[in-house]
């Protein structure tokens, strides 16, 4: 790409600073604010323009992504060790292939000092360089991926010989590993003493030998227990440390660093009692198992001394540390929406970098907030199996192919999950004209709902799950309607907790979106990054999975997977949760398309009259093109309604959608119940795998209105807003911004959820097969005067 972008902010009120990050190939790049619609580049228009004194011309290069994990401890004169001294760790390598790999070491870009690390053949080698010379170790015997070795290396200055030892650690099957199978290496020195350079000591990774002094020849894999010894230790002495790692012992110890203190954070504690603490680099994965681990705990909060290991990838990416372009303060006249920072080449290339503004901490509040689901942009962010397929047609692809950027469906280069995903690096999903197999999808089908907010007249405030997740309740209490994204599927635990408290207060909550409420997510207290553990999983998520007892969440020590198996599902709250994606196609039936939704009984309870106002009885609710997946307000991912996962009894099954005849849903690959492959399965489970819409008064006055359908808001706009779904849901907003309670029903009657299948339409009925339309006509609810546009 000629030009990349991104802030180091996704979301800032009036008064704070902004700073823009950017790599062009142009010397000057043209730098402004927008507003962003859903319309603005699909449509071929533009942004609207927004004064703001970032707009300007600045100086620009290019900037480049070095991405790879490690840890690295600040120079110490401790540390400094010439004349002889031992290292001892374990390791777990899970790419030998990629080459040579740094394991710990202590050198300059010019190779003087020491460092520990694994070749192109997977042995372990040592390099030491003084003023007098250089010299090497290498094992016999190379690793094995994905198995723990022990390794302990010795430099004796005075004697002038290295040692090296490395020994595989027993399995399952080999529970016990004897010293036979240590191999002791021997080697001359060649030099008296190491050169005390002072520069950082690093594991995971070594300095390159240029002038950037950057770290390089990162490790993939497992690194345990690394200890740094202030003499040469004996033969013997190594081999105790690899005996009994966590037995005290009164050898010299200068740091020894265990992985499984403070886990949540990036600090790296040395609890030699020197103090010579480090940091973690890039983000590598903690609360991994360590050598030690036997399956008897799956909590690293239960036996963090199982879990005293930390996984590093040379794909990992937490920052990309790129010098800012410009910086600013966000005006205090601009409105609470999504805007992005525009970045033009003065020549060519172009690239928007979303943000969002929120309300002013003291200053008016609108009566309707949208909460933007920044959690899911970033899972989706850099996605790059989505670009794979496309990446020799789009510069967008093959930049993020290219420089190895990834997201929460990706799997790093040693085929490990992607459990970490940060606004601080390029994020080209989030993009104003970002399309998922030609969709709108994440922030744009967002916009999509902001659009038809504005269209309607509704002034309303954004903020993102960063600050709800930060403030709670306390936050959407402000408002009298909250709205949700469209497809708001990771939330963390004090997200929920938030809207919980917010719909106990008598908030009421317009869930316009599919799949949401769904992934168990935690952000890291004050920064700037999120994280996912998939455990639990099946289908298409268990290439994701987490690695046998790393289910757990390093941030916060919670199990990860789905909030459906930590007994939070969705439908506890908004009173649907996923029951299906997409469609299963047959050869002949043509491509991808949603589905409207059919009327129910429900529909027609006195309770929720006011939502169909000026809808006909007979009208099929999203019967036109959509955006999204082409055709249908129901489409995309899809959730329904459940008592049994705790839809409340007294809610409303307005209408249910599952799809046409010859084009079935899939569903959920994460329900158990329902896993399925083949069409001809498909068919047999259908009535589970449909969208339902819903709704249902709290017992504080409050109500909640429940779309099921990620597609709903592609269809907002269909005809210039003149249909039934905007109809639709312009009832629910209204009726939601008034000042009347809702009335909590005194004997909710049930709506039974078992689907059977109309044998005319292929859609869906919750009740007795008897003609729907019959019914409608003999209800005695008020009707519009005329039949909305579709």
Same mark, same amino acid.
């Given at each position: 790409?000629?030009?990349?972008?991104?802030?180091?902010?996704?979301?800032?009120?009036?008064?704070?600073?902004?700073?823009?990050?950017?790599?062009?190939?142009?010397?000057?790049?043209?730098?402004?604010?927008?507003?962003?619609?859903?319309?603005?580049?699909?449509?071929?228009?533009?942004?609207?323009?927004?004064?703001?004194?970032?707009?300007?011309?600045?100086?620009?290069?290019?900037?480049?992504?070095?991405?790879?994990?490690?840890?690295?401890?600040?120079?110490?004169?401790?540390?400094?060790?010439?004349?002889?001294?031992?290292?001892?760790?374990?390791?777990?390598?899970?790419?030998?292939?990629?080459?040579?790999?740094?394991?710990?070491?202590?050198?300059?870009?010019?190779? @003087?000092?020491?460092?520990?690390?694994?070749?192109?053949?997977?042995?372990?080698?040592?390099?030491?360089?003084?003023?007098?010379?250089?010299?090497?170790?290498?094992?016999?015997?190379?690793?094995?991926?994905?198995?723990?070795?022990?390794?302990?290396?010795?430099?004796?200055?005075?004697?002038?010989?290295?040692?090296?030892?490395?020994?595989?650690?027993?399995?399952?099957?080999?529970?016990?590993?004897?010293?036979?199978?240590?191999?002791?290496?021997?080697?001359?020195?060649?030099?008296?003493?190491?050169?005390?350079?002072?520069?950082? *000591?690093?594991?995971?990774?070594?300095?390159?030998?240029?002038?950037?002094?950057?770290?390089? @020849?990162?490790?993939?894999?497992?690194?345990?227990?690394?200890?740094?010894?202030?003499?040469?230790?004996?033969?013997?002495?190594?081999?105790l440390e690899a005996e009994a790692p966590a037995q005290p012992h009164n050898r010299p110890v200068v740091a020894a660093w265990d992985f499984a203190q403070d886990i949540p954070s990036e600090r790296?504690?040395?609890?030699?009692?020197?103090?010579?603490?480090? @940091?973690?680099?890039?983000?590598?994965?903690?609360?991994?198992?360590?050598?030690?681990?036997?399956?008897?705990?799956?909590?690293?909060?239960?036996?963090?001394?199982?879990?005293?290991?930390?996984?590093?990838?040379?794909?990992?990416?937490?920052?990309?540390?790129?010098?800012?372009?410009?910086?600013?303060?966000?005006?205090?006249?601009?409105?609470?929406?999504?805007?992005?920072?525009?970045?033009?080449?003065?020549?060519?290339?172009?690239?928007?970098?979303?943000?969002?503004?929120?309300?002013?901490?003291?200053?008016?509040?609108?009566?309707?907030?949208?909460?933007?689901?920044?959690?899911?942009?970033?899972?989706?962010?850099?996605?790059?199996?989505?670009?794979?397929?496309?990446?020799?047609?789009?510069?967008?692809?093959?930049?993020?192919?290219?420089?190895?950027?990834?997201?929460?469906?990706?799997?790093?280069?040693?085929?490990?999950?992607?459990?970490?995903?940060?606004? *601080?690096?390029?994020?080209?999903?989030?993009?104003?004209?970002?399309?998922?197999?030609?969709?709108?999808?994440?922030?744009?089908?967002?916009?999509?709902?902001?659009?038809?907010?504005?269209?309607?007249?509704?002034?309303?405030?954004?903020?993102?799950?960063?600050?709800?997740?930060?403030?709670?309740?306390?936050?959407?209490?402000?408002?009298?309607?909250?709205?949700?994204?469209?497809?708001?599927?990771?939330?963390?635990?004090?997200?929920?907790?938030?809207?919980?408290?917010?719909?106990?207060?008598?908030?009421?909550?317009?869930?316009?979106?599919?799949?949401?409420?769904?992934?168990?997510?935690?952000?890291?207290?004050?920064?700037?990054?999120?994280?996912?553990?998939r455990q639990d999983a099946s289908g298409l998520d268990a290439a994701r999975h987490a690695a046998a007892g790393e289910g757990h969440i390093s941030f916060t020590g919670e199990p990860g997977g789905?909030?459906?198996?930590r007994g939070r599902p969705p439908q506890r709250y908004v009173g649907v949760g996923m029951s299906g994606l997409g469609f299963s196609e047959e050869p002949d039936a043509g491509p991808p398309a949603?589905?409207?939704?059919?009327?129910?009984?429900?529909?027609?309870?006195?309770?929720?009259?006011?939502?169909?106002?000026?809808?006909?009885?007979?009208?099929?609710?999203?019967?036109?093109?959509?955006?999204?997946?082409?055709?249908?307000?129901?489409?995309?991912?899809?959730?329904?309604?459940?008592?049994?996962?705790?839809?409340?009894?007294?809610? *409303?099954?307005?209408?249910?959608?599952?799809?046409?005849?010859?084009?079935?849903?899939?569903?959920?690959?994460?329900?158990?119940?329902?896993?399925?492959?083949?069409?001809?399965?498909?068919?047999?489970?259908?009535?589970?795998?449909?969208?339902?819409?819903?709704?249902?008064?709290?017992?504080?006055?409050?109500?909640?209105?429940?779309?099921?359908?990620?597609?709903?808001?592609?269809?907002?706009?269909?005809?210039?807003?003149?249909?039934?779904?905007?109809?639709?849901?312009?009832?629910?907003?209204?009726?939601?911004?008034?000042?009347?309670?809702?009335?909590?029903?005194?004997?909710?009657?049930?709506?039974?959820?078992?689907?059977?299948?109309?044998?005319?339409?292929?859609?869906?009925?919750?009740?007795?097969?008897?003609?729907?339309?019959? @019914?409608?006509?003999?209800?005695?609810?008020?009707?519009?005067?005329?039949?909305?546009?579709?």
């Amino acid at each position: 790409m000629e030009v990349v972008a991104y802030t180091d902010k996704m979301g800032a009120a009036a008064g704070e600073r902004v700073s823009v990050m950017v790599s062009a190939v142009d010397p000057k790049v043209q730098v402004s604010l927008v507003r962003l619609s859903g319309a603005s580049l699909g449509a071929g228009g533009e942004p609207e323009a927004c004064e703001s004194a970032v707009d300007g011309t600045y100086a620009s290069s290019p900037q480049s992504i070095v991405s790879g994990s490690y840890v690295v401890i600040e120079d110490d004169p401790r540390l400094r060790i010439d004349r002889g001294f031992s290292v001892t760790l374990w390791v777990m390598p899970t790419l030998l292939s990629a080459g040579a790999q740094a394991l710990i070491s202590k050198s300059d870009r010019d190779g @003087r000092g020491w460092a520990i690390g694994t070749t192109a053949a997977g042995r372990v080698r040592a390099d030491i360089a003084g003023a007098e010379g250089e010299g090497c170790i290498e094992s016999s015997i190379a690793l094995r991926d994905h198995a723990w070795h022990f390794v302990g290396f010795t430099f004796d200055g005075v004697d002038g010989w290295l040692c090296l030892l490395v020994r595989p650690v027993g399995d399952a099957l080999t529970p016990s590993v004897s010293t036979s199978d240590a191999v002791w290496t021997e080697a001359p020195a060649g030099i008296e003493s190491v050169a005390g350079v002072p520069e950082p *000591l690093l594991i995971a990774g070594a300095r390159r030998r240029d002038a950037r002094g950057l770290t390089n @020849r990162t490790f993939n894999g497992k690194i345990a227990m690394p200890r740094l010894f202030g003499r040469p230790l004996s033969q013997d002495e190594v081999m105790l440390e690899a005996e009994a790692p966590a037995q005290p012992h009164n050898r010299p110890v200068v740091a020894a660093w265990d992985f499984a203190q403070d886990i949540p954070s990036e600090r790296v504690v040395d609890v030699s009692g020197n103090g010579l603490d480090g @940091r973690t680099v890039q983000m590598p994965t903690r609360a991994v198992t360590g050598p030690r681990w036997d399956g008897s705990s799956l909590s690293w909060r239960e036996r963090p001394e199982l879990y005293d290991a930390i996984h590093f990838h040379d794909d990992d990416l937490d920052d990309a540390g790129w010098e800012p372009t410009a910086s600013f303060d966000i005006d205090d006249a601009l409105s609470s929406g999504i805007y992005a920072i525009r970045v033009e080449g003065t020549t060519s290339g172009i690239d928007f970098a979303p943000i969002v503004v929120r309300p002013r901490p003291n200053g008016p509040r609108a009566q309707v907030l949208f909460v933007a689901p920044l959690f899911s942009w970033l899972a989706y962010g850099n996605w790059r199996a989505s670009y794979a397929s496309a990446a020799e047609h789009t510069d967008r692809g093959r930049y993020a192919v290219e420089c190895g950027l990834s997201g929460l469906y990706d799997r790093h280069s040693d085929a490990s999950s992607v459990c970490h995903a940060s606004w *601080l690096r390029p994020n080209l999903h989030i993009r104003p004209d970002y399309r998922l197999g030609g969709d709108p999808h994440q922030l744009t089908a967002d916009l999509l709902i902001t659009d038809w907010l504005q269209h309607e007249g509704v002034h309303f405030d954004v903020i993102t799950d960063e600050d709800l997740d930060r403030e709670g309740a306390d936050l959407l209490r402000r408002y009298r309607v909250v709205i949700s994204g469209a497809h708001a599927e990771y939330w963390s635990a004090p997200m929920l907790d938030g809207l919980a408290g917010y719909l106990e207060a008598g908030g009421r909550y317009m869930y316009l979106s599919g799949n949401g409420l769904y992934r168990v997510t935690a952000m890291r207290s004050g920064g700037h990054t999120v994280e996912v553990r998939r455990q639990d999983a099946s289908g298409l998520d268990a290439a994701r999975h987490a690695a046998a007892g790393e289910g757990h969440i390093s941030f916060t020590g919670e199990p990860g997977g789905a909030w459906r198996w930590r007994g939070r599902p969705p439908q506890r709250y908004v009173g649907v949760g996923m029951s299906g994606l997409g469609f299963s196609e047959e050869p002949d039936a043509g491509p991808p398309a949603g589905s409207p939704y059919r009327r129910q009984p429900g529909s027609f309870d006195p309770r929720g009259a006011f939502i169909f106002a000026g809808i006909e009885d007979d009208e099929l609710i999203g019967a036109f093109p959509n955006v999204i997946h082409r055709y249908g307000a129901a489409g995309f991912e899809v959730d329904r309604a459940d008592h049994a996962l705790g839809t409340p009894r007294h809610a *409303l099954v307005l209408a249910s959608a599952v799809g046409e005849p010859r084009k079935r849903w899939t569903p959920s690959h994460d329900d158990e119940e329902d896993a399925v492959t083949l069409m001809s399965e498909v068919r047999a489970v259908t009535r589970r795998a449909r969208s339902d819409l819903v709704f249902f008064e709290t017992a504080s006055g409050g109500a909640v209105f429940a779309t099921g359908s990620i597609s709903w808001s592609g269809a907002l706009a269909h005809n210039d807003y003149g249909n039934n779904v905007a109809t639709l849901s312009r009832n629910v907003l209204r009726r939601f911004l008034s000042t009347e309670p809702f009335t909590f029903p005194a004997q909710p009657a049930p709506t039974p959820t078992r689907v059977t299948s109309d044998r005319q339409s292929g859609l869906s009925t919750d009740h007795q097969e008897r003609d729907v339309c019959e @019914r409608k006509r003999s209800s005695s609810l008020p009707r519009g005067s005329s039949k909305s546009r579709r």
